[in-house]
């Protein structure tokens, strides 16, 4: 999710995601988004014995110091003698600063042995704990405090005395910071969380302290208002333009009465957003639904019986199998979906959609308080700024207004709405046919079981049945080759280079055509529930950074995360994707591909950096395209036992099933964006209606089926209340216009003319790919494909265009 601006660059984590980054000042500081046969350098190498695991089959070993991540080099012997391993993010710290620091520092260990004050050329990501935390963020505050009123005294309207010196400051937060916050995100555990809740108030006021600096705010509306502001490039105006209206969102023009009321809210909102995220992992958690009777589970494919038994093992059952049980089914998509779709238990199916819809919304883990308060303190926040509601202030910052945006997501509505109802009455007929006892009152707990029943029959496509052809080391390839195809890059795997955080996760080089790195990623790919919060996102680790270049290159090179939470390997079998799994993979690695491709310098606007957040999704949702590509496709769809090519029938009508019930899916999605638009606009916190009440109203207009009383969807709405998407979640469906649109561009260059696509492809990394923040995405667009947006595309793509016409 998975961003940023200079504050805001210290924010991008964990905000691009599927299914989902503020660029804000302060949320950057956050940190809380054609195929050919493959080369040689694209494919994995694995053992015998670890390749249906998706593993390397070595990994670097941590060493005595402390860290709690993985990659830190400084606690690893020398990196291997390769041109692309010798990488620092950041120099180290003044001799004098540790001992200067460590005086005013209460800690077991010495600072200079705290993995988070080292130089390393990868984070450190395994040798990391939590014990690292308190002494080594406050240790870095307190030196940063330390420069920042260095630079304050010094500052000068001149990029040199003024953009590289904040640079230096924010990126050494954001590196720190977002890698502490990675790891509460995929390893999780108590302390950790204490340690992060202790220092992150301290965090925050050092936000603040940064973005409210009076000194650097007035040095760059100086240098906007020079003789030489028109000699600026392009890219060096929007990152002025942007620190300034940041540092006005982030209260700098409040007296200080007014700007200590908002500094004690931001303090708040931040520890509320930690609080809400946490909730929603526990009750997750929490559920846990132990079956020992096989025929509570009749319906369920051999993947998923698997799986249960693979739980029921990890707690304990350990004579649990596939055939016998016992099973345990939790909440977590992985095994929650499946049950969904084809459990023939109903009653089974009704216990786990109210478990999951209700989830953190009672006891000592409800949602619903925090929620009043979130949204209480961001109108508050609001108001002080100037704007009548939330949604403003959001949208002060992307391309759309809230009128736009309101607009946009009635057209498509109307669109949906008609194919939705007709989706629920094929699916009641469907279903009365089969002679089902509930076809006459078909209710939220039947409808993807039924969905999924009238698409195998439609279709005669079992998604089950397909799970064999979709392998994950398979998928990557295929993945790894179009990149090739489309962009002129080579992926080439890195296991052993930077330290993980976890043994399945994979690490990647990125090279240019000439053979050269230009780039990095972490991929880690499978659920963990016990530890590793849902969802999937990408984030940044470093950016691309002239400033940060170490002696003897131009340029730091950018280095990326992209994290999943698909079906997981099940005995002596690899990861056998969905293939919903199969189009997440490639969102996430669109994302990856903005960050790692960008070839602007100027590092406070590079990669996703400082894009308009209603454009970031615009490379994810474009990748998802390729999957239904039919020779992207059949380069990934290979039997993992036989290397049989997914049969031609298979995949003509995989292509057909594409508009399956694409009103309701899309009116899904519409009624999420819709409730969170009228909760940061027309709700009044304290006033007659409550947050439930809001989510009903809005329902009518984009739920068929309206959801039940006890509807608390809310309580676990991540992406609003402990994400990047608050007044934003509308971004994925204008974001879906420019993907669709500018997948367009191939579909008119001719999809099955190689040379057209790579023509094409090399203008979309030029342009989408490489310009980052620094230029509108507008123009941006415009420059790729010749003039602006049209929504035709989306609406073509979802079989939708007859019902607008």
Known sequence: MKRIRILATLVIANMLMATPTSRASLNLLRRSPHPKKPTNAHKYYFSSSSSSHFRPSTFRKSYSCPIWSSSFSFCLPPP??????????????????????????????????????????????DSVDASHVRPGIRALLKHLEVELEELEKSV?????????????????????????????????????????????????????????????????????????????????????????????????????????????????????????????????????????????????????????????????????????????????????????????????????????????????LDNTAIIDQILKL?????????????????????????EKAAELLEKLRSASWDAAVLDMEDLKSFAKNQSAAESDSLTHWDTTFWSERLRESKYDINEEELRPYFSLPKVMDGLFSLANTLFGIDIEPADGVAPVWNSDVRFYRVKDSSGNPIAYFYFDPYSRPSEKRGGAWMDEVVSRS???????????????????????????????????????????????????????????????????????????????????????????????????????????????????????????????ATVDLELHTKYVPGGPESIYDVDQRVSVKTQVIPPLPEDRFLCSFSHIFAGGYAAGYYSYKWAEVLSADAFSAFEDAGLDDIKAVKETGQRFRNTILALGGGKAPLKVFVEFRGREPSPEPLLRHNGLLAATA
Request: charged share 25%; proline share 6%.
């Open 80 to 125: 291997r003698s390769t041109t692309s391993t010798s990488f620092h993010p950041f120099s180290s710290f003044p001799p004098s600063m540790s001992s200067a620091v460590a005086a005013a520092v209460d800690s077991a260990e010495t600072l200079s042995s705290n993995p988070l004050l080292q130089d390393f050329d990868f984070p450190p990501f």
């Open 156 to 364: 000068e309207p001149s990029w040199p005395k003024l953009v590289e010196p904040l640079e230096k400051i924010v990126d050494r937060l954001t590196v720190v910071w977002g890698m502490v916050n990675h790891l509460k995100a995929v390893k999780d555990t108590p302390e950790l969380r204490a340690a992060i809740e202790d220092v992150q108030p301290e965090k925050v006021k050092f936000q603040l302290r940064l973005g409210q600096s009076k000194p650097i705010y007035n040095a760059f509306k100086a240098i906007r208002d020079s003789p030489d502001w028109s000699s600026l490039s392009e890219a060096r105006q929007r990152l002025v333009e942007a620190q300034i209206k940041e540092a006005v969102l982030i209260g700098i023009a409040l007296d200080d009465g007014k700007r200590e009321e908002f500094n004690k809210i931001e303090q708040e909102l931040e520890k509320l957003s930690h609080k809400f995220s946490e909730n929603v992992l526990d009750a997750t958690k929490k559920f846990e639904k132990l079956i020992t009777d096989k025929k509570e589970i009749e319906g369920l494919p051999p993947s998923a019986l698997g799986l249960f038994a693979q739980a029921a093992v990890s707690k304990g059952h350990e004579n649990a199998t596939a055939e016998n049980g016992p099973w345990i089914i939790t909440l977590d998509a992985p095994s929650y979906l499946p049950a969904m779709q084809h459990a023939k238990n109903r009653a089974l199916r009704e216990e786990l959609y109210r478990a999951y819809l209700t989830r953190a919304s009672s006891g000592d």
């Open 378 to 402: 961001r109108l508050e926040k609001a108001k002080l700024l100037g704007y009548n509601n939330y949604a403003e202030v959001s949208m002060s910052m992307k391309m759309a207004t809230v």
């Open 546 to 672: 002239r400033v940060m270049a170490q002696k003897g290159s131009s340029v730091r090179l950018p280095v990326a995360h992209m994290v999943c939470n698909q079906t997981p390997p099940v005995g002596d079998k690899p990861s056998l994707m969905t293939f919903r799994e199969v189009e997440t993979v490639f969102h996430e690695f669109g994302h990856a591909l903005q960050h790692m491709l960008t070839k602007e310098d100027e590092g406070l606007v590079a990669g996703i950096r400082n894009i308009e957040w209603d454009a970031v999704e615009l490379p994810s949702q474009f990748m998802e395209n390729w999957c239904y590509h039919r020779d992207t496709l059949m380069s990934i769809a290979k039997h993992y036992q036989t290397g049989e090519t997914l049969p031609e029938e298979v995949y003509k009508k995989l292509l057909a099933a594409r508009t399956f019930r694409a009103g309701s899916f899309s009116l899904r999605q519409l009624k999420f």
